[in-house]
């Protein structure tokens, strides 16, 4: 026999057949996927609330409040970009965070909330934005205040700089910035149903059984001449086997014996 080698192809007709195929597998398991996911966050959520501050790494005035010149602008710009990595470390440094944790009631200030403090510097700016997350609206709005109220103290006490100001104070939002939207795990549920499909293609594309004449060709090398019923397949009901004693004679017979009678009845008369 000579085998016959070849790559199985797929067309877009056998790509849209094995979606029929499984289509119901599909949409049960985007659907189970998007609202187990739903169900779950809602069962452990717990919302968060946010709160932004900003300080200003320069002053625009000396100290008898006068405008300063151009010079000394110069000094001050060039200076506050090189303290204001510092400025960022010391504004998370302990003792800035036990003061804050101090004013709001939580002990170990340092260790509760490092993890909820976010110091940023935008690019080409003397500008530090502070970000505070809480389980209340109010909470981060107090972390921020204190951040604002010692850092700047401490920072200036410590790099004898002088020169860090409060720009804005802490922001007040009760909206949560962790809110659960169901239509947000709707892609949850897409993947989920992608991901049967891709099973259910895979099966296709790895399935040598035969089952067309193509397969016999593709994987035999043989050309099928023809076909040959087969004789153990269930046979269709035959709408005459409903009459009387057709299920203990053939049709021919049962025709022969009605003919019959029927011939019989008419030499009577």
Not at 73 to 83: F, G, K, S
């Amino acid at each position: 026999m000579n085998n016959k080698i070849t790559l199985k192809t797929i067309s877009l007709r056998d790509l849209w057949n094995v979606m029929r195929g499984c289509f119901l597998f599909v949409i049960a398991a985007a659907i189970l996927c998007t609202v187990g996911m739903y169900a779950y966050a809602k069962l452990n959520y717990s919302p968060l609330y946010s709160s932004k501050g900003t300080l200003y790494l320069i002053d625009y005035r000396n100290d008898e409040g006068d405008d300063i010149n151009q010079n000394q602008w110069t000094v001050d710009y060039t200076l506050a970009n090189v303290v204001i990595s510092d400025t960022m470390y010391v504004l998370k440094s302990r003792t800035v965070l036990d003061a804050v944790g101090n004013d709001i009631g939580i002990k170990n200030g340092y260790g509760a909330l490092q993890g909820s403090i976010t110091i940023e510097n935008p690019e080409d700016t003397r500008v530090l934005e502070i970000t505070a997350v809480a389980s209340t609206p109010e909470n981060a709005k107090k972390i921020v205040d204190g951040l604002c109220k010692y850092g700047p103290e401490e920072a200036n006490n410590v790099l004898q700089y002088d020169r860090i100001r409060v720009y804005e104070e802490g922001t007040y939002s009760d909206w949560p910035i962790n809110s659960v939207s169901f239509f947000g795990y709707v892609k949850f549920g897409i993947i989920a149903g992608a991901l049967v499909y891709l099973v259910f293609l895979a099966m296709f594309l790895f399935d040598n059984y035969i089952h067309t004449e193509e397969d016999i060709d593709r994987y035999l090398g043989l050309s099928v001449l023809g076909d040959i019923p087969d004789a153990d397949a269930p046979k269709k009901k035959n709408k005459y086997t409903n009459y009387k004693g057709y299920n203990k004679r053939s049709e021919k017979q049962y025709y022969a014996s009605r003919s019959t009678k029927n011939t019989g009845e008419e030499t009577k008369e």
